[in-house]
Structures are given as C-alpha cells and as structure tokens.
C-alpha cells in the first residue's frame, strides 16, 4: 500500500481541487440533456471522488458532500 504524504497547505490544496470536482459533478448530473448512461459514469467518478474526499475531510464536510441515490 503506498501512503501519502501531504503538508498541510498541500492538503487544503487537494481538499479544494476535490470539492471544486464533486461541484462541478453534481451540476452535471443534475443537467437534463444528459444521458443516463453517461451519467451513471458520472456518478460512479463522484462516489470515488467522494470516498477520497472523506478520508481527511471533517464529518461534516462529508454529510455536505452525500449524494442519495437517484431514482431514473
């Protein structure tokens, strides 16, 4: 297992990038034109994205960040 190592500006750094990702996800997914397909990837991609997310961010950054799961 290969671990990470991040000073702490690095780790705010990285928090950003992956709330800017999960943002900019969830406004995809909610966009209409969008095929279901494409947006079950796009859902897979914020699940990952939000596993990551909450192995340093504070609970209650995480229950921000909960997608429920949508019903087609």
């Known amino acids: ?3 990470m190592l991040l000073n702490h500006q690095e780790l ?3 928090e950003y ?3 800017k990702e999960m943002e900019e996800l ?3 997914l909610e966009d209409h034109k969008i095929d279901g397909i494409v947006k079950s990837v796009l859902e897979e991609r914020y699940q990952i994205i939000y596993r990551l997310f909450c192995r340093f ?3 209650s950054d995480c229950r921000r960040y ?3 799961k949508q019903r087609n």
């Open 1 to 3: 297992m290969v671990g």
């Open 12 to 14: 705010h750094e990285f």
């Open 17 to 19: 990038v992956l709330k």
């Open 26 to 28: 969830r406004f995809d």
């Open 57 to 59: 961010a504070k609970p």
């Open 66 to 68: 909960l997608r429920q």
